[in-house]
């Protein structure tokens, strides 16, 4: 597809069940990034990931998240136990390159019960 | 204190207004500058990348870009009730960190 692509486009799931989100980049774009964004907020950073380097893990809110691509494609967030806190929208984005501009999908809207 | 200040609104303009949208920041490391648009259940569209002081122009939308005051704005000519929506900035630093430091938005209504 022409655009960021994410699944599933919404996720309802109990405390402490582990959740697992997609995203499909653009093709050809070499940064791909994880942004969490609550209700009435704006957009948290999660990870970072450039080509080959290893990821930037920075912005992950604890060792419950975590994260992997394969190659320049697609990419995975897993949530372990998940928490009420946990229930936002995570975006995905990718670039052409690093300091270019971030293209979004329309994110995973996950509810935690 | 946030990185990037942006006020919130909601901010309500008849159609056909002028409509200036402002972010404000303190890291004087943040040398990419961008605003998105993020309709409602939607992700962030972006509108308008610079990585230089003053003025780029796209259609009824102009980015300004004041590095000595850090601040920035966006003005929307001949506002549409389709321009309705959350208004976001975002920057990026220079150096290693590449990951985008959003506003909290502003949400914008355009009275038809």
């Known amino acids: 597809g022409a655009g960021v692509s994410q699944s599933p486009s919404n996720k309802v799931t109990e405390k402490g069940k582990d959740v697992e989100l997609r995203c499909d980049p653009i093709?050809?774009?070499?940064?791909l990034y994880w942004y969490r964004q609550r209700l009435g907020q704006g957009l948290e950073f999660l990870i970072y990931f450039q080509g080959n380097s290893a990821p930037d893990k920075s912005g992950l809110p604890s060792d419950r998240f975590s994260a992997e691509r394969t190659g320049e494609s697609v990419s995975t967030l897993t949530i372990q136990r998940t928490q009420q806190e946990d229930s936002a929208v995570y975006l995905c984005?990718?670039?052409?390159?690093?300091?270019?501009?971030?293209?979004f999908g329309d994110g995973t809207r996950l509810s935690i019960l | 204190q946030k990185e990037v200040e942006q006020d919130p609104g909601p901010l309500s303009v008849p159609e056909g207004a002028i409509v200036s949208l402002n972010c404000t920041y303190s890291?004087?490391?943040?040398?990419?500058f961008m605003w998105y648009r993020q309709y409602s259940r939607k992700g962030p569209e972006l509108l308008m990348y610079t990585y230089s002081s003053g003025n780029k122009e796209d259609g009824r939308f102009t980015a300004q870009v004041d590095k000595s005051s850090k601040y920035i704005s966006l003005f929307i000519r001949d506002s549409q009730p389709s321009d309705s929506a959350t208004y976001l900035c975002a920057m990026i630093p220079s150096g290693s960190a590449r990951q985008l430091t959003f506003g909290s938005g502003t949400q914008l209504t355009v009275l038809p």
């Open positions: 984005a990718s670039a052409v390159a690093d300091n270019q501009p971030q293209h």
């Open positions: 093709s050809g774009h070499t940064a």
């Open positions: 890291n004087s490391a943040f040398q990419y």
